[in-house]
């Protein structure tokens, strides 16, 4: 299973998301960085997500962390979740602000059969 999370705003913003995910002992060894294609004009790769392998034991502590990442940001910032199961089903959230984020964590709870 894997989700990719994606943040409007600068790519210091997913930097600091891959930071805060990596802080997580559960999460460790299992998030990267996801470059976007470089484009003619570009002076390097451009970053457009922050991508995390899970298990059904990870699942919970990135739904949590991602959580406590959006209200300890305080600058309201547009998070896309995008969760792929195994099996190939796939779904897609977005959230504007930590107080969204408790129906988004819900809906991708029920996804992962937490």
């Known amino acids: 299973m894997t989700a ?15 930071n805060w995910l990596r802080d997580e002992e559960d999460l ?36 949590r962390s991602l959580k406590e990442w959006l209200i300890a940001s305080r600058n309201a910032k ?12 796939k779904l897609e959230l977005t959230c504007g602000s930590a107080e969204e984020a408790d129906a988004v964590m819900d809906a991708a709870r029920k996804f992962l059969g937490q």
Do not use: H
């Open 78 to 89: 547009k998070v896309t979740l995008k969760l792929t199961a195994q099996d190939g089903r």
């Open 4 to 18: 990719a999370i994606s943040v409007d705003g600068a790519d210091d913003d997913l930097r600091t998301l891959a």
């Open 28 to 63: 460790r060894g299992r998030v990267t960085l996801s470059s976007a294609p470089i484009e003619d004009g570009d002076m390097g790769p451009v970053l457009d997500a922050v991508v995390v392998v899970l298990t059904s034991a990870t699942a919970t502590t990135l739904i």
